[in-house]
């Protein structure tokens, strides 16, 4: 699996669009990218996932630049229940590569 | 729908003791996974289930062993708990092994 590259922490005012880069130089053709976030004490919860075009779903957009080597996850109104541990994975299509990990994440700290 | 439900919530073994740690899903997904938390770290997969009657490692599988039991079930125990298996464990299920996760609420370990 490719690996992942992320800035451990980030601050971002309440009402202001946040948004949290990843950094996936090596990543294949076949692979996604996935976006999840912890808040404390709590289970990972999916947010969004792309191959190569940009996404948008409720919570987040995805943008994913032209060659595929980054993504940058914005959440366009953050607010404080959006303070949490961000991962970004890249996870293979192919049925039996089943095995990712979480790597440590960005810390958004969204502030009043 | 419960979604992922995991049992217990809280546990605490001495060293040498053993114990299952149960996880069910009702959402008719193929694939279930177990990982592991320790404080102030990412998620590191222990083991996963690609489909029913199949089981593979993960990143950190010394030391546990899995049982798909059906579609819904996937256990994972400790033989004999040391206290380097103090964490939080989480069991998730997606569709398919490449599909996006689910995540329980975890079960609390301390191995004294």
């Known amino acids: 699996d490719a690996k992942t590259t992320q800035p451990p922490s980030m601050d971002c005012a309440e009402g202001r669009a946040a948004n949290l880069p990843c950094n996936h130089s090596?990543?294949?053709?076949?692979?996604?990218v996935y976006w999840y976030r912890q808040i404390h004490s709590q289970g990972p919860q999916y947010i969004i996932h792309?191959?190569?075009n940009n996404e948008t779903n409720e919570m987040a957009s995805l943008i994913i630049t032209e060659d595929r080597k980054s993504s940058t996850l914005i959440l366009p109104h953050a607010t404080l229940r959006d303070t949490a541990v961000y991962y970004c994975?890249?996870?293979?299509?192919?049925?039996?590569?089943?095995?990712?990990?979480f790597g440590d994440g960005t810390t958004l700290t969204v502030k009043p | 729908n419960a979604g992922v439900t995991q049992t217990p919530k809280f546990q605490v073994l001495k060293t040498g003791q053993s114990m299952t740690l149960q996880c069910a899903q009702d959402?008719?997904?193929?694939?279930m996974y177990w990982y592991r938390q320790d404080p102030g770290m990412g998620l590191r997969l222990i083991y996963y289930?690609?489909?029913?009657?199949?089981?593979d490692k993960g990143e950190v599988p010394n030391g546990y062993n899995v049982s798909r039991l059906n579609k819904r079930e996937f256990s994972l125990r400790l033989e004999s708990a040391a206290p380097s298996q103090t964490s939080v464990y989480f069991c998730?299920?997606?569709?398919?092994?490449?599909?996006?996760?689910?995540f329980g609420q975890g079960t609390r370990l301390t191995v004294v």
């Open positions: 998730a299920s997606s569709y398919q092994i490449n599909t996006e996760a689910f």
């Open positions: 090596t990543i294949s053709g076949n692979e996604y």
């Open positions: 792309g191959l190569k």
């Open positions: 994975i890249v996870r293979p299509q192919d049925t039996n590569a089943g095995k990712s990990t």
């Open positions: 959402m008719n997904h193929n694939s």
């Open positions: 289930s690609a489909s029913e009657g199949t089981t």
